[in-house]
C-alpha cells in the first residue's frame, strides 16, 4: 500500500496526530491487517489510554508511534517534530527491559547518560526518583535482585529520565499482583501530575483506564481501528475503585457497551506479492 496523508483537523495543543493508519504484515502468503484506518490525537500534556480486545494491534500501534515500525498506509505527525520522523518518546515494554549488567541506579540513569548529562549529577537524579518510588537503599542492586514490580518501578523512572517529551507505555503494570499493580499506579499519577508528561498508555484494564486517563481510546478487534473515545472529565486523585459513584459506573457501562461491539473483521485484507 502507499502511504498517504489525510487531511485532519487539529486542535490546539495536539502533539501527536495519527492520521488513517494501517499496519500489514507478510504471513503464510497473505498480508495480515493488523490496523486498519487508526485516527485520532493526543495533546500535550494529556493522558490517553487505549484500550481494546487481546490481538487487536495495540502493542503494534505503539510500536510504529516510537518508530519502530513504519505504517503501511497513513500517517504519524510525531512530537514537535517533522512526519516521517520518529517521535521523541520513550517506550515503557509490557515485560521487564533493564540491562541486567547495569545496577538499579545506572539502568534507571540510562537516559540521562545518553543526553550526556555527567555520571554526578544522573545519578543524584536517578536516587531521588527511585526514593520517590520506595526503592531507596536499592541503588547499588542489580536487576536479577528485584522483584518484578521493582523492575518496573526502574523501567518507569528511565523513561520519565529520559528527556523524552512523551511515554509511550505497554501494559507495563499487567503482570504485577493487585497490591503492587495499585501501588504503582499511584506512583505513576503523582509522576504524571508533576512532571506534565504526554503519556499514551496501553491496557486491557478499563478500571485501570478510569482510573489514569484524560481520555480512552477504544479499538476494535483485530483488524484494529477506533471505535469510540472517552473523556474522563473525574476530578483527581480519583478514589472510585474503592468507592464506586454513579458518573464513574456509568462511563463505565459505555465502555464495556463499545468493546462489546467491536467484531473481528476480514484479516487478510491484501495478497502478498
Not at 500517517?75 to 533493564?98: H, K, M, R, T, Y
Not at 483527581?236 to 459506573?249: K, S
Request: charge should be neutral.
Amino acid at each position: 500500500m502507499a502511504v498517504y496523508n489525510r487531511k485532519t483537523v487539529t486542535r490546539a495543543g495536539t502533539v501527536l496526530r495519527c492520521a488513517g493508519l494501517s499496519l500489514a504484515y507478510p504471513t503464510q502468503g497473505k498480508c495480515f491487517l493488523a490496523l486498519n484506518d487508526v485516527s485520532f490525537e493526543v495533546r500535550r500534556g494529556e493522558f490517553v489510554s487505549v484500550i481494546g480486545p487481546s490481538g487487536c494491534g495495540k502493542t503494534s500501534l505503539l510500536h510504529v508511534l516510537a518508530g519502530l515500525l513504519p505504517p503501511t498506509a497513513g500517517s504519524v505527525e510525531p512530537l514537535d517534530g517533522e512526519p516521517g520522523q520518529a517521535p521523541g518518546a520513550a517506550l515503557v515494554f509490557q515485560e521487564n527491559s533493564l540491562f541486567p549488567w547495569m545496577t538499579v541506579v545506572e539502568n534507571a540513569a540510562f537516559g540521562l547518560e545518553m543526553r550526556k548529562v555527567g555520571k554526578a549529577d544522573r545519578e543524584c537524579r536517578a536516587a531521588h526518583m527511585l526514593d520517590r518510588f520506595g526503592l531507596a537503599g536499592r541503588e547499588r542492586d542489580y536487576p536479577r535482585q528485584l522483584s518484578t514490580g521493582m523492575k518496573q518501578r526502574v523501567a518507569v523512572i528511565r523513561a520519565f529520565l529520559s528527556g523524552a517529551p512523551a511515554l509511550l507505555m505497554d501494559e507495563p503494570f499487567a503482570a504485577l499482583d493487585r497490591q503492587t499493580r495499585m501501588q504503582a499506579q499511584r506512583e505513576l499519577m503523582d509522576l504524571w501530575e508533576s512532571e506534565h508528561k504526554t503519556v499514551v498508555f496501553v491496557t486491557h484494564d478499563v478500571d485501570e483506564a478510569l482510573l489514569l486517563s484524560d481520555r480512552i481510546v477504544v479499538l476494535s478487534a483485530s483488524p484494529g481501528t477506533v471505535v469510540s473515545e472517552f473523556r474522563v472529565a473525574m476530578e483527581r486523585p480519583r478514589a472510585f475503585l474503592w468507592e464506586p459513584d454513579e458518573e464513574y459506573l456509568a462511563l463505565k457501562r459505555r465502555i464495556f457497551a463499545a468493546l462489546h461491539l467491536t467484531s473481528g473483521l476480514t484479516r487478510y485484507a491484501c495478497a502478498s506479492s
